[in-house]
């Protein structure tokens, strides 16, 4: 082969796509595999591309001028030494070249390029089996750019972003302006760059499981930076699986690092990530989590259970699919049909846990403990779970009263579930249920009336007669008002089109309710007479005016449309309050074409009615729900029919 083959500006080309393309015409046109010898003419033209390749990686540090581009040239020999190293190509000068040139690369200004020196590294690394190549070249840079950096460097704010924001010389705050993820210079990438090689050499990187080198990744583990937890929890799991994967074949470990000590401190760290607020954290710990239980020995396991149930319980039930799909299969492979009784005997821990989650400010994780609390409540024997009733409850409670529909779903029919079991228990705590359940049969979510309805049947079922009658007296007439329905009310009229979470506020009081496109008075329609409609809270304001200061308003997650929810709120939006003094006009007609508030409450006198009322008390109930099966001319009557109709 001649050197014009091997077209050197596409491998340094401005398109990625292009470097792609010249690495896999490099790799392919070379057919290096580990049987076959090289001829030397060949070897000096690879070697001739890594020069050239990396003839400026130092000029970033030095601060020298680079031309337009430079960083693609480095970019594309580190994706061809990549390659080339990856397919078995660990010639003695190419790895000396290459291995030298990827860790100067470490540092470079451009974390495309720091990343894919890792890559390259973890490469060399695992080709070259007779030269360590983390020891020789890159453990102190890669442990320097750990160690160096675990502080923010404010410095990466420019003097233009400063004369930007800055105004009338007012003090600029620097980590007021800063991203949680940015400032950090080659922390995130000398994490990756560590988590590769260990991956690559897996046994061979035993002697280099340190104290300082544990110390250093678990302190990157409580980092501000969740870019940086989640490496460093792969990091832990991979340490985990070397070093246990050495003692399982009779291979002694470095004797700097004691492997009871690392088992301990490792398991606690671990365990940490596993409720991390992050749903990607969260993962990098639960994969963590499964490596460190699968490595380590049948007879040491339960003394860490107390650390790793909990959470993992937590997690087979968490909003995030991946992190609970495969928190689900962890359970299945560690537990299998041990669940209940390891659960029974660790049951202080784990309510201690799923409380201590039930007042997070993620709501997810709130959602996510109510329905773990919920799981207790059915599947534990009740003499264990006895004691801890009245403290679940009032946690249910509060739950209950929460911002997020879904958290108060889930908290309803844990509620629902413990008052069925656990009467005695339940009873100081009636009063507040009741009004729960009742302003809950009238949510605008359809999920949440069923299951509040579903609850007061268990209600009566644990309370009987008495309970039966104090329920009729709020049901009663929230039925009969189907009857009053008008058969051309407007589709959630009363409510405004912003929502938080599923739950809509009422429309002002200003406007009307069949007024969707303009002021309804002159207060609200400014001196010109012409208004404009305020998107975030649909107020209206003259053309013209200034908006309000951007405070008070909905703060959303980071990478999705959920709202930062606070722990209580509840449903008083539309509670029976509201329902009863507006007669049903326009609530019943609900926004998923179901019968609204309605559909609870005749929900709650078909649900096991037959058991759990008198007979006397069996043709009142038939009679309302006949009344309600007669009302027609609604757009939700044909639904509530077929609802009634339900088995």
């Known amino acids: 082969m001649s050197a014009t083959d091997i077209d050197s500006n596409l491998l340094w080309s401005s398109k990625r796509l292009d470097r792609e393309k010249a690495v896999s015409v490099l790799v392919g046109t070379l057919g290096v595999t580990e049987s076959r010898e090289i001829p030397d003419d060949l070897k000096q033209i690879l070697l001739g591309i890594c020069r050239d390749s990396f003839a400026d990686v130092n000029s970033d540090q030095t601060g020298a001028e680079r031309n337009d581009g430079a960083w693609e040239r480095i970019h594309g020999g580190l994706m061809a030494v990549t390659a080339l190293a990856n397919v078995g190509y660990s010639d003695g000068d190419f790895v000396d070249v290459s291995a030298a040139a990827s860790t100067a690369a470490l540092s470079h200004k451009e974390p495309r390029v720091r990343e894919q020196a890792g890559l390259a590294l973890a490469a060399l690394a695992s080709a070259c089996a007779t030269t360590d190549v983390f020891a020789v070249y890159c453990k102190n840079s890669i442990l ?15 003097e233009e972003l400063r004369s930007k924001l800055a105004s009338d010389n007012a003090p600029l705050n620097v980590e007021q302006i800063l991203h949680q993820s940015a400032g950090w210079r080659t922390l995130e990438t000398s994490c990756k760059a560590l988590l590769e090689i260990c991956r690559a050499t897996k046994q061979r990187f035993t002697p280099h499981i340190t104290q300082e080198v544990v110390g250093l990744i678990t302190a990157t583990l409580q980092h501000t930076n969740r870019f940086v937890r989640e490496t460093a929890f ?69 003394a860490v259970y107390q650390l790793f149930l909990p959470p993992m319980a937590l997690n087979r039930y968490y909003v995030a699919e991946g992190v609970r799909l495969y928190s689900q299969e962890t359970w299945k492979l560690m537990v299998g049909e041990r669940g209940k009784v390891l659960v029974e005997t660790h049951i202080a821990d784990i309510v201690a846990f799923y409380v201590l989650q039930a007042d997070a400010a993620n709501h997810a994780v709130r959602e996510a403990a109510c329905a773990c609390i919920a799981e207790l409540g059915l599947k534990v024997d009740v003499a264990v779970i006895r004691e801890h009733v009245p403290r679940l409850l009032d946690v249910l409670i509060e739950c ?56 007061l049947a268990q209600v009566v ?117 509201y329902c009863i003094q507006r007669c049903f006009l326009v609530v019943i007609d609900s926004c998923d074409g179901g019968t609204g508030n309605v559909d609870g409450c005749t929900f709650t006198c078909r649900c096991h009615w037959f058991k759990i009322l008198a007979k006397n008390s069996v043709t009142t109930v038939v009679r309302l729900v006949i009344n309600v099966w007669h009302a027609k001319g609604f757009n939700g009557s044909l639904v509530n029919r077929n609802f009634i109709l339900k088995p």
């Open 234 to 302: 792969y990091i832990c799991g991979e340490l985990s699986s070397v070093i246990h994967e050495n003692l399982s074949a009779s291979i002694i470990p470095d004797a700097s690092m004691d492997v009871q000590h690392f088992d301990t401190t490792m398991s606690a760290a671990i365990a940490t990530g596993l409720s991390d607020n992050w749903s990607q954290v969260r993962m990098a710990a639960s994969v963590a989590a499964r490596q460190f239980l699968q490595n380590l020995p049948a007879a040491q396991q339960p």
């Open 400 to 455: 209950f009263q929460d911002e997020s529909w879904p958290v108060r779903d889930a908290a309803c029919i844990a509620c629902g579930r413990f008052v069925s079991k656990f009467p005695v228990e339940s009873g100081p705590r009636m009063e507040q249920l009741y009004k729960l359940f009742l302003d809950h049969v009238c949510d605008n979510i359809w999920s949440v009336r069923e299951n509040a309805a579903v609850a």
């Open 461 to 577: 079922t644990a309370f009987g007669e008495d309970a039966y009658q104090a329920i009729k007296l709020k049901l009663q007439p929230l039925i009969s008002a189907a009857k009053e329905q008008k058969p051309a009310s407007l589709l959630n009229a009363n409510l405004a089109n912003v929502t938080t979470f599923g739950v809509a506020p009422p429309v002002s009081a200003s406007r009307s309710a069949g007024d969707e496109d303009g002021p309804l008075d002159a207060a609200s329609s400014g001196a010109l007479g012409t208004a404009t409609l305020d998107g975030i809270n649909r107020k209206w304001r003259p053309l013209g005016e200034v908006d309000d200061a951007p405070t008070d308003r909905q703060q959303f997650s980071c990478g999705s449309l959920a709202p930062k929810l606070k722990r209580k709120g509840g449903c008083k939006l539309v509670t029976l309050e």
């Open 144 to 158: 320097d750019g750990i160690r160096n950096n675990m502080e923010r460097d404010v410095g990466v704010v420019n």
